[in-house]
C-alpha cells in the first residue's frame, strides 16, 4: 500500500532543544483526532505490531489470539476481538497507521425484515439481539462495507473531509493539545515559553509517515511531550547555549 506523508512544521527552542509547538494543515489534526475513534483493540494491534505495546494489553490480546476456539462461543469469531473495524463514518483522513480500516463486520438484521416493514428499519451489532418490533431474534447476516475511510494525502480531498475545516493552519503542542493558529495565540504562546527573540527558535519541516504515525499513537499514551519524543531536535548544535 502506498504510503502517505504530510508535513509538519516544528517550531525549536534551541536552548532547550525542545519541539514548542507545531504548525499544521488540516490533514494532520485530522490524523490527530481520529485517534479518538480508535478501539482500544485496534490500538492494541497497531502498536504489537509495530513492536511497542504499552502495558498489558498485549497480553490480553495474545490470550485471545492463543485462545482454542473450543472455549470461544460458537457464534462469535474472535476476529471480530483481535481484528476490529476502525469505524470512522463519513470521515476521512490520512492513512497514517496500518491495518486500519478493516472491513470485517457483520450486522444482523430481523428475519421479518421483509413481512412488516417496521422490521427492515432495525439493524443489530450482535447476533441474536430482540428484534424491537416482533420479538423475533435478529440473526439475518447483513455484511456491513466500510467505506474507505481513510485517503491518501495526494489524492484530491475536499475541504469537507475529516474534522476540521481547509484554508487554516493549526498549533499543535507538545502534548497535543490543538488550537487555531492567530497572530494571538501566537503570541501569547512565545510569551509563555519565554521566547525574547524569534532568533531563539529554530523552524524544521518533518514529515509524518505510518511509522512516525505509529510512534505519534504509543508516545500519546505515555508522554506528555510527543512532539520532541518523536522528532527529537538533533542535539548537535551544542555551541548555541
Ligand atoms: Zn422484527
Known amino acids: 500500500m502506498e504510503a502517505t506523508k504530510v508535513s509538519l512544521k516544528l517550531f525549536i527552542d534551541k536552548k532547550s ?29 497497531i502498536l504489537k505490531e509495530g ?68 422490521c427492515s428499519s432495525y439493524v443489530a451489532d450482535d447476533d441474536g439481539t430482540i428484534c424491537p418490533k416482533c420479538n423475533s431474534k435478529m440473526d439475518q447476516t447483513v455484511t456491513f462495507i466500510d467505506p474507505p475511510s481513510v485517503i491518501r494525502a495526494s489524492s484530491s480531498r475536499s475541504s469537507e473531509e475529516g474534522y476540521v475545516v481547509g484554508m487554516v493552519k493549526y498549533m499543535v503542542m507538545d502534548d497535543l493539545e490543538v488550537l487555531a493558529l492567530s497572530s494571538a495565540t501566537l503570541v501569547s504562546l512565545l510569551a509563555k515559553f519565554n521566547v525574547k527573540e524569534i532568533g531563539d527558535i529554530e523552524e524544521k519541516v518533518v514529515d509524518v509517515g505510518m511509522d512516525e504515525g505509529v510512534k505519534l499513537l504509543k508516545a500519546s499514551l505515555q508522554s506528555k511531550s510527543v512532539l520532541s519524543d518523536v522528532f527529537p531536535p538533533a542535539k548537535i548544535i551544542i555551541a548555541y547555549g
Open 51 to 118: 513492536g511497542g505495546m504499552v502495558g498489558c494489553l498485549s497480553s490480553l490480546y495474545r490470550s485471545i489470539e492463543n485462545m482454542s476456539v473450543t472455549y470461544i462461543q460458537r457464534d462469535k469469531d474472535k476476529r471480530f476481538l483481535l481484528e476490529p473495524n476502525v469505524v470512522m463514518p463519513g470521515a476521512k483522513v490520512p492513512l497514517l497507521l496500518p491495518n486500519v480500516g478493516s472491513t470485517f463486520r457483520h450486522l444482523y438484521k430481523c428475519p421479518n425484515q421483509y413481512k412488516y416493514s417496521n
Open 17 to 45: 532543544r525542545r519541539v514548542l509547538f507545531a504548525e499544521a494543515d488540516k490533514e494532520f489534526v485530522d490524523f490527530l483526532f481520529s485517534i479518538l475513534t480508535l478501539r482500544v483493540g485496534a490500538v492494541t494491534r
